[in-house]
């Protein structure tokens, strides 16, 4: 046994190692497109071997939709149905912001390995290795908008706006995640520790959902709140993805939107990097 | 181990490095001259600074202070630069446990430009020359200490590195392990990288080492070449184990008369330990002992572990005592700071 194992394992100092050794092939740097690319290619591998981790962009979208829909749909619009066409939107983009969180975790217990060492110490563009994250991740929001929208129209959501509202809604939603997702990972890079961090997104994520026009429209608040709401980030989404997939938005509903998005990566991308170098 | 000083070029010129975190000066103004083509043995125990400084010379950290040249280019303005020629196996895996050995080859071919195919072919020949080929599809953390430390640095060589740095890389392997890494290394070196390795063995840094430096505290104590090294620390120790306890006192004083050297009663009711000076009184100590009736359960007479090494060079009382003994020898290795 211990022989075998031992014959198995011998290391040959060989023709085969030194050529394998001595080989001094370098490579034309590969541009910042390609290497985020293949980062990606990575957070691919992993939900290979992780599958459960998908479970955040499919059951959870089914399960919030599901939930809300029938636990206010009666008390608030009086039917499920009307309700629906008000609320998927909104718990749409709701969920997906949710989801968001999870990518400062992922960084956040990744960053942690040896591996991040060599990333690195390579040669190739820095925010590749985030970049590249975070575009699998924007693949994995899709998937749930995709599962949601597919279970709403099941249950009877039939948007004004048509397929193209529909996808032109998804993908404004997609660009303010993936920007909000650099808060996260920022997050994820100052915090020592998913619970806390879990702690901190939860303890952002909560009231800017909840306290948003998602469920309700803010007209029926106390004006206090509704100042509130109204300048929600999350409110001035919603109020955008609705308009869209209902045909009746705004140039200045969607202008909104894309501020934000610029003005959060404008300030959080940068600052990701710079505690990323320093890490 | 090669051409030694091949072209007098310098892989490594650092002049006053620093580090310091908070209060605790992690690396304290160390110099280094590492000539091309060679292997430099950094020895130190734990905390004393070596992953630090291997770290700011792989652009990972920031020094605070010092100025460095990597291969001729500035490691602060050029770290770019620096990055292509350089590559590092840190202390702790540097490879990704999730994925599998050839995943983790062809990822780092893919982000240095290799294409798919030919990413794909170099974690082949990778794979099956360091005896992993069998592992290929497994995930990395379900591999030995020894398959893991192997994948890792061939991680490091997708592209062959000018210069490789190598963290404590034997640290934790069983023998054969060990020898395996060994051997990797001395074919690396024999192709031309400049190989710099940080370890806590003595064994180690002679085995491999054309230079080493012994370092603590953040600071380079000494510096020579490995017999310069043991030439000021002496040949080793005698360690001796009677089967009486009775008899130590005895054994002890006929050891001293015999090496003519100090001898130590360690707590151990059994043991004795001599520093020697020279090996040849050992044998005829021994023979004194079995003559005088003397029976040992144990005997051995080791190489100066990192242990005795820093004993000697921190300051403690045997240091004193040795200079004395070999002050002639002391003088090749150039002692380096405040010690003590
Ligand atoms: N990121 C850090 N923050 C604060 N202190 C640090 C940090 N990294 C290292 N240190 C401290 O710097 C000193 C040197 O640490 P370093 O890891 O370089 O030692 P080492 O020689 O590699 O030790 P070991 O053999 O245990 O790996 C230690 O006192 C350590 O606690
Ligand atoms: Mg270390």
């Known amino acids: 046994m211990n022989h075998n194992l031992d014959t198995e394992n011998k290391l040959e100092v060989d023709e085969a ?10 490579p034309v740097k590969p541009n910042g497109i390609s290497t985020s690319l293949t980062f990606g290619w990575r957070a691919l591998l992993k939900i290979k071997y992780v599958p459960e981790q998908m479970l955040d962009v499919t059951a959870f979208p089914i399960m919030f939709l599901l939930m809300f829909t029938y636990l206010f749909g009666g008390a608030i619009a009086g039917s499920t149905s009307d309700y629906l066409q008000f609320l998927l939107p909104g718990i749409l983009a709701m969920t997906v912001v949710t989801i968001t969180m999870y990518t400062g975790m992922e960084l956040n217990n990744d960053i942690r390995k040896g591996v991040f060492d060599r990333f690195r110490s390579l040669p190739i563009w820095g925010p590749s290795v985030l970049v590249g994250m975070l575009l699998v991740d924007t693949v994995r929001y899709s998937l749930a908008s995709a599962i949601m929208i597919t279970l709403g129209f099941i249950m009877g959501f039939r948007p004004d706006g048509g397929l193209v509202g529909v996808l032109l809604g998804v993908g404004l939603l ?11 990972t920022t997050l994820g890079l100052i915090l020592r520790s998913e619970k806390s961090l879990m702690g901190v997104s939860m303890l952002v994520l909560f009231p800017l959902t909840f306290v948003s026009n998602v469920f309700v429209d803010p007209r029926t608040l106390p004006s206090w709140l509704e100042a509130f709401v109204e300048v929600n980030p999350i409110s001035l989404l919603v109020t955008a993805t609705r308009g869209l997939m209902h045909g009746t938005a705004t140039i200045e509903e969607i202008s909104w939107v894309l501020l934000a998005s610029v003005i959060i990566i404008g300030i959080f991308a940068p600052f990701t990097m710079y505690l990323y170098r320093k890490k | 181990m090669g051409e ?4 007098g070029e310098l892989a490594i010129e650092a002049k006053g490095l620093k580090k310091i975190f908070g209060e605790n000066k992690a690396v304290d103004g160390v110099d280094l001259a590492i000539p091309k083509g060679t292997v430099y043995g950094f020895l130190g125990p ?12 792989a652009t990972l950290l920031r020094p605070d202070e010092g100025s460095v040249k990597i291969l001729g280019y500035d490691l602060m303005g050029e770290a770019t630069e620096v990055r292509k020629k350089v590559s590092l196996t840190g202390q702790f895996a540097s490879v990704d446990g999730d994925l599998s050995g050839m995943e983790n080859l062809i990822l780092i071919g893919r982000l240095l430009g290799f294409s798919r195919k030919e990413a794909k072919e170099r974690a082949m020949e990778l794979l099956t020359a360091f005896g992993l080929k069998d592992a290929a599809k497994q995930q990395v953390k379900n591999y030995s200490g020894g398959m893991k430390r192997r994948i890792d640095i061939a991680a490091s060589i997708v ?3 000018e210069l490789l740095f190598l963290d404590e890389p034997t640290t934790g392997l069983d023998p054969r392990s060990r020898n395996q890494v060994w051997d990797i290394i001395r074919v690396l070196v024999s192709t031309g990288t400049t190989v710099l390795l940080t370890t806590q063995y003595l064994e180690e840094a002679d085995q491999l080492a054309d230079r080493i430096a012994v370092i603590d505290q953040g600071k380079i104590i000494a510096e020579g070449t490995s017999g310069e090294l043991k030439a000021s620390v002496g040949a ?5 184990r009677v089967l009486d306890p009775d ?6 004083k006929l050891l001293t008369e015999e090496l003519h050297v100090d001898i130590q009663l360690p707590s151990d009711p059994l043991a004795i330990v001599a520093q020697v000076s020279d090996t040849e009184l050992v044998t005829n100590a021994l023979g004194k002992l079995a003559n005088a009736n003397i029976k040992l359960t144990d005997f051995s007479l080791g190489q100066p572990s990192l242990d005795e090494v820093f004993l000697t060079l921190t300051g403690k009382p045997v240091e004193d005592h040795i200079d004395e003994e070999n002050g002639e020898e002391v003088q090749h290795i150039h002692r380096k700071g405040e010690v003590g």
């Open chain 2, 247 to 252: 008899q130590r006192a005895e054994a002890a």
């Open chain 2, 236 to 240: 080793g120790k005698l360690h001796v």
């Open chain 2, 46 to 57: 734990n905390g004393a600074g070596k992953t630090t400084t291997v770290r700011m010379l």
């Open chain 1, 174 to 184: 997609l660009l303010f995640s993936f920007s909000l997702s650099w808060i996260w």
């Open chain 2, 159 to 161: 592209v062959s590195p």
């Open chain 1, 17 to 26: 190692m030194i050529s394998a050794l001595s080989s001094r092939e370098r």
């Open chain 2, 4 to 7: 030694k000083h091949a072209n």
